[in-house]
T-cell receptor
């Protein structure tokens, strides 16, 4: 693989269910990010990680959690999904702070 | 007021036209500017990046930054139907933060 992969591609989820979105990069980038993209609101940062073992909150972190056990993987978990979490979720990575971000193909999530 | 403003479009142009896409920003700390292209139902794809004021050219694309006016532009020469996509500007202060601010995107249609 080359770049960033995300899984699943799309998902329909019942409200209240737990869901983990997966993200893997093979570029050995230190920093990774999760965004949600909503019409008219653009890309909004949910959580980020500047290196394995550390995470930070972005603009819209409520209802989401992340972990960074190693360099390559950065899963995003919705503990108890709500309809307002219906969105397209993008994972991204960069070599470091303030450097170009590269994006995955996205996960389309519908919470009913 | 949003930190980054971008006209959502849609912008429709005939094939071969020169396209100008623009963003304005309010935070003078932004030092690193990027343009992404996003096709429907795909992840953002990096087109160009620049640190400095002035022009940077890559094939049919030219990125222009005017820090004194807090204004950035992307020009597309000899536009093609395959350029039809949403174009996102993004920017970051580089140091001291993992904060990247994205415009909401301009939808471009190049008509054959």
């Amino acid at each position: 693989i080359a770049g960033i992969t995300q899984a699943p591609t799309s998902q329909i989820l019942a409200a209240g269910r737990r869901m983990t979105l997966r993200c893997t990069q093979d570029m050995r980038h230190n920093a990774m990010y999760w965004y949600r993209q909503d019409l008219g609101l653009g890309l909004r940062l949910i959580h980020y990680s500047n290196t394995a073992g550390t995470t930070g909150k972005g603009e819209v972190p409520d209802g989401y959690s992340v972990s960074r056990a190693n360099t390559d993987d950065f899963p995003l978990t919705l503990a108890s999904a709500v309809p307002s979490q219906t969105s397209v979720y993008f994972c991204a990575s960069s070599k470091g702070r303030g450097e170009t971000q590269y994006f995955g193909p996205g996960t389309r999530l519908l919470v009913l | 007021q949003k930190e980054v403003e971008q006209d959502p479009g849609p912008l429709s142009v005939p094939e071969g036209a020169i396209v100008s896409l623009n963003c304005t920003y309010s935070n003078s700390a932004f030092q690193y500017f990027m343009w992404y292209r996003q096709y429907s139902r795909k992840g953002p794809e990096l087109l160009m990046y620049t640190y400095s004021s002035g022009n940077k050219e890559d094939g049919r694309f030219t990125a222009q930054v005017d820090k004194s006016s807090k204004y950035i532009s992307l020009f597309i020469r000899d536009s093609q139907p395959s350029d039809s996509a949403t174009y996102l500007c993004a920017m970051t202060p580089i140091s001291g933060t993992y904060k990247y601010i994205f415009g909401t995107g301009t939808r471009l249609k190049v008509l054959a």
